[in-house]
């Protein structure tokens, strides 16, 4: 089973963009990459997903490397209200979601 | 979080008291999960159900049941807390389809005292 590795914690000053960094060396090849984050205490909210190409929607980029062992999540310009934990996420078995323990990303004025 | 609803939002068992913790989804999801969260760790997998009427065990399902009632629920049992089940257990649900991101429930606080 593919495992992530994340820095415990990141900051970033608002307005600037945050680059969320994530190792998955030992990923397969039909393994999606998947970010979710939590805020506060709340129930994790689904952020972007990527198997081999960049992503981009509304709320971030996804950038995966050629090899697919790492990956970074952008925050364009980031605001107070991206504060929050970072998963990273490689898709276990068929459709399990294993989570780690994530970056605790604290965006500063 | 909008589509998955869990009750009761806030719970105090004392320990040897069961309880079931109750999970709805109204998004016609294939697959269900329940998740514990404890203070400053990630989330850890306690049961999931794939389809209606299909259980699998997670990472810790130790000391909790699960009952897939239908497609909409997905029950979590503990049938004689201990004060070591105090945490914060997420249910979510997922369409089974590759590349589409789970709907994840606000959340039940639970401490067994």
């Known amino acids: 089973d593919a495992k992530t590795t994340q820095p415990p914690s990141m900051d970033c000053a608002e307005g600037r963009a945050a680059n969320l960094p994530c190792n998955h060396s030992t990923i397969s090849g039909n393994e999606y990459v998947y970010w979710y984050r939590q805020i506060h205490s709340q129930g994790p909210q689904y952020i972007i997903h990527g198997l081999k190409n960049n992503e981009t929607n509304e709320m971030a980029s996804l950038i995966i490397t050629e090899d697919r062992k790492s990956s970074t999540l952008i925050l364009p310009h980031a605001t107070l209200r991206d504060t929050a934990v970072y998963y990273c996420i490689v898709r276990v078995g068929t459709d399990k979601l294993i989570f780690g323990t994530g970056t605790r990303l604290q965006v500063f004025p | 979080n909008a589509g998955v609803t869990q009750t009761p939002k806030f719970q105090v068992l004392k320990t040897g008291q069961s309880m079931t913790l109750q999970c709805a989804q109204d998004?016609?999801?294939?697959?269900m999960y329940w998740y514990r969260q404890d203070p400053g760790m990630g989330l850890r997998l306690i049961y999931y159900s794939a389809s209606e009427g299909t259980t699998d065990k997670g990472e810790v399902p130790n000391g909790y049941n699960v009952s897939r009632l239908n497609k909409r629920e997905f029950s979590l049992r503990l049938e004689s807390a201990a004060p070591s089940q105090t945490s914060v257990y997420f249910c979510a649900s997922l369409l089974e389809r590759q590349g589409l991101g789970y709907t994840f429930g606000s959340g039940t606080r639970l401490t067994v005292v």
């Open positions: 998004m016609n999801h294939n697959s």
